[in-house]
């Protein structure tokens, strides 16, 4: 295991972190807008919500990806691979996410609802003033957990071409037969990124409880 | 005779075979503490909530300073809803103090109190703060205008629910149950607030437990009982001879139990 390889390694391990941030980042807004569907009480906005928080979630990232990398060219639409990557995370986290904000926006106390309402807020100034931000508290643990699933199912991503940590571990290990090294290189970059994913959420999440304890 | 502060005519809550309210036919003077008051489950703290519009009576109309409030009843009964915007219009008249005081722990005293002033009034940040701190002042907890809802005592709490109320200066101030939730050795600040502002004038409507409150700062009482309106009047008459005998029963229930305390 030359420091070469080792590099080539830490390269492929921002095209995982840039993948996940970027596909957690548009999933959380994707969740943030299912959620607001699911809390709607509107049965147009509530079944298409539904519908597709139990595709994402019933079907295997592995397939939504191939798919979404065969059908978008089939419809016209010709993606870079990075594209389908992004596209098929986002939309699976967003599924996981939206579960997570249910519960959370589920727990908000309804007095403090019915607090805003007599203030005279209107329906979205107490969706975006009170209930995200307090829901956003209560699911803020199981959001980190989802960041770091979500960064290491990016690990798939490589069925649509994209060189991340562990296909650049395979082509390597292949390319060199020093796969124990290499994996176990690949095995402790991954446990250093999540480490700091977890760490950074326990810093935010008490400065958050700071905030409001 | 001036228009009254709210007017309720034959409002009628059903929540779905249950009755809870029936044919209350009530006025609220404007400038007069009103106490509601009666055994649990009497229906007082819904008819609160209908005037806060958080409830939707069934059939019968509220009016706010001579406004309907949420639907309009002509004199056949034909009902109808009148747009958002108005409902909040006559909403903004006036302010609720819960019995959990529900203040939004994600912000401080002065972000509680100066929220709507912001958002709702669309008060410029600074104005909106310092009116905000007026209200604090007079609730006396201007050195608390930094802290959490989780850093303040229960009645901090609501004292910092009155003053947010206020903020919006509304017309007419509804307590439910302002003191329920509080131990005993702090409702004292909490009905002392409520004394200064009905001194002030502030028209008040306050279900409450505190039968000395209502005795003392009440003008209009009103005795409700399994969703019927039993009595309304000035506490003299009420609290001097009661002759309702489900008033009379109650109000032992408060001296007998006034009187166990004692003894």
């Known amino acids: ?25 548009i999933g959380f807004v994707i969740a943030m807008l299912l959620s607001a569907a699911l809390l709607s009480g509107k049965s147009i906005y509530i079944l298409p919500a539904r519908l597709f928080i139990s595709f994402f979630r019933g079907v295997p990232l592995l397939v939504q990806l191939l798919l979404i990398y065969t059908l978008l060219p089939v419809i016209g639409i010709n993606v870079p691979g990075i594209v389908a990557a992004i596209v098929g995370l986002s939309l699976c986290t967003a599924a996981y996410q939206a579960e997570n904000l249910r519960g959370g926006f589920a727990s908000v106390p309804p007095g403090l609802i019915e607090a805003a309402d007599v203030a005279g807020f209107t329906g979205a100034q107490t969706f975006i003033r009170i209930r995200a931000p307090i829901a956003l508290r209560l699911t803020f643990p199981a959001l980190v957990n989802e960041a770091i699933m979500i960064l290491k199912s990016s690990s798939l991503v490589s069925v649509v071409g994209i060189i991340e940590i562990t296909k650049m571990a395979q082509d390597l290990a292949s390319s060199t037969y020093q ?22 959420g326990r810093y935010a999440e008490r400065s958050l409880k700071g905030a409001s304890a | 005779m001036s228009v009254p502060a709210i007017a309720i005519r034959k409002l009628v809550k059903r929540f779905g ?27 007082k703290s819904t008819l609160l909530r209908c005037l806060a519009f958080l409830e939707e009576a069934t059939s019968g109309m509220i009016t706010i300073n001579g406004e309907a409030l949420g639907f309009f009843e002509d004199a ?10 108005q409902i909040r219009a006559v909403r903004t ?6 019995q959990q005081f529900n203040l939004w722990p994600h912000m401080t005293a ?37 802290h959490y809802p989780s850093q303040l005592s229960g009645g901090q709490q609501q004292r910092v629910a009155i003053a947010r109320a206020l903020a ?26 409520m004394r200064d502002l009905a001194s002030e004038g502030m028209t008040m409507v306050v279900v409450t437990h505190e039968i000395g409150f209502a005795a003392s700062v009440g003008q209009q009482i009103s005795f409700l009982d399994h969703g019927r309106l039993l009595f309304s009047g000035p506490p003299a008459e009420i609290f001097a001879k009661p002759r309702h005998p489900r008033l009379e029963q109650f109000l032992d229930t408060y001296l007998d139990r006034g009187a166990s305390m004692l003894a």
């Open chain 1, 1 to 25: 295991m030359t420091p070469k390889l080792f590099t080539l390694l830490l390269e492929a391990a921002l095209s995982t972190l840039g993948i996940s941030l970027v596909s957690i980042a």
């Open chain 2, 168 to 193: 919006l200066e509304p017309k007419i101030m509804l307590f439910d149950e302002p003191t329920s939730a509080l131990d005993p050795e702090l409702t004292g600040e909490v009905l002392n607030v």
């Open chain 2, 17 to 43: 075979e249950t009755t809870v309210l029936q044919d209350i036919d009530l006025e609220i003077p404007e400038g007069k503490v009103s106490c509601l008051i009666g055994p649990s489950g009497s229906g």
């Open chain 2, 93 to 98: 008249k006036t302010g609720m103090v819960f």
């Open chain 2, 110 to 146: 002065l972000g509680n109190v100066s929220e709507a002033l912001k958002l709702v009034r669309k008060v410029p940040k600074a104005e909106a703060e310092e009116r905000a701190m007026v209200q604090l002042r007079k609730v006396g907890l201007e050195n608390r205008a930094g």
């Open chain 2, 76 to 85: 056949n009964g034909r009902r109808e809803r009148l747009p958002a915007n």
């Open chain 1, 179 to 200: 796969p124990i090294p290499i994996f176990a290189s690949a095995a402790l970059i991954y446990f250093v990124i999540n480490s700091a994913i977890a760490l950074l």
